[in-house]
């Protein structure tokens, strides 16, 4: 734990850093951390009890090995997965009161209006906004015969940041 906490430590000083920099800061403070942990793991693993909640743990991460260190190869790149797991929570929250989703395509539904709520988000729109936007334009559209048109709607349009922007 010791270790995750060192990086994810480190992670925080780089965070207002571009991602040119952050990559670069990553590979001469983080690499030495990453790569020292799995220099301990490595020792520490054939000393405990496989069954145990260690065990496991070391199991789980020798399997992943080559993946869990991908962050350190981009600057863009998240040390973790914790914004898209957050991103996701509502929607599996909720998942036991949307009725609707026993169905496939209850659920592709369930599914197609949640992408839009996010997308909107993480574009930094005021959903409600945005969703009274589509309502409103979208039926008056030949989208059906001409998909380029939805170009000007998609959430980082510059027109849609102007009307849906989040206050």
Do not use: H
Not at 8 to 20: C, G, N, P, V, W
Not at 137 to 147: A, E, Y
């Amino acid at each position: 734990m010791l270790f995750c906490d060192k990086l994810f430590s480190i992670e925080a000083e780089l965070d207002s850093l571009t991602s040119e920099e952050r990559y670069d800061k990553r590979l001469t403070q983080e690499k030495p951390v990453f790569e020292a942990f799995w220099s301990w793991a490595e020792k520490s693993a054939p000393t405990v009890l496989p069954k145990t909640q260690l065990g496991k743990a070391f199991e789980y991460a020798f399997k992943r090995r080559e993946f869990l260190g991908n962050y350190l190869n981009d600057g863009d790149c998240a040390i973790s997965n914790n914004a898209a797991e957050n991103a996701i929570r509502p929607f599996t929250v909720g998942i036991k009161n949307w009725l609707f989703s026993d169905t496939s395509k209850g659920a592709k539904a369930n599914a197609d209006i949640y992408s839009i709520v996010e997308t909107a988000k993480a574009n930094g729109l005021d959903v409600f906004k945005y969703f009274e936007l589509l309502l409103t334009v979208l039926p008056s559209m030949t989208f059906l015969t001409n998909p380029d048109i939805l170009e000007d709607l998609l959430p980082w349009n510059e027109s849609v940041q102007k009307i849906c922007k989040a206050i």
